[in-house]
């Protein structure tokens, strides 16, 4: 009897890489000439990502600063979700937060997905804010890890294989 195989499906961000990041981006923002009197800034406070600025193109182009460092460090725009810029006072703000888990809506779009058209020998079980897809292939679930490599709403991880 053939013994099933399994792999695990995450949505994991390095939060020391993410940290970096930021660092990485103040410092930028703090040296560069375009940036001089702008009150631009980035940081961290809580889960929440506060990039500010004097003005709205001030603030996203620090914002674009963060998200270089963020591609820079291996980190997925995919996990990144910043908002539109807000005028609190004289100054701008856009407050983003990194993104990990797989919610509900999106481990059963990724179950659906796997259903309809992956190979037929799958399975898919949503745990928590995971999904364990199992086979008896091992060459099925390779089609569905190809299949899956551009899922649009969410950076994905494949582990554990088994």
Do not use: C, H, W
Not at 25 to 40: H, L, M, N, P, V
Not at 109 to 126: F, N, Y
């Amino acid at each position: 009897m053939t013994k099933e195989s399994t792999f695990d499906i995450v949505s994991k961000v390095d939060t020391q890489e993410v940290a970096n990041a930021l660092n990485q981006a103040s410092k930028e923002i703090a040296q560069r000439y375009d940036f001089k009197g702008t009150g631009a800034s980035v940081e961290q406070s809580g889960e929440l990502i506060v990039v500010t600025a004097n003005a709205e193109e001030r603030v996203k182009a620090a914002n674009d600063v963060l998200e270089s460092k963020l591609i820079k460090r291996g980190i997925s725009l995919k996990s990144y979700e910043p908002s539109e810029p807000k005028q609190s006072g004289k100054t701008y703000r856009i407050e983003g937060q990194i993104k990990e888990g797989i919610d509900q809506a999106t481990a059963k779009k990724i179950t659906k997905m796997i259903r309809d058209e992956g190979p037929k020998s799958v399975k898919a079980q949503i745990q928590g804010d995971e999904l364990r897809v199992s086979s008896k292939s091992r060459d099925d679930l390779q089609a569905v890890i190809t299949m899956l490599k551009d899922f649009e709403d969410t950076d994905l991880q494949f582990i554990n294989m088994r």
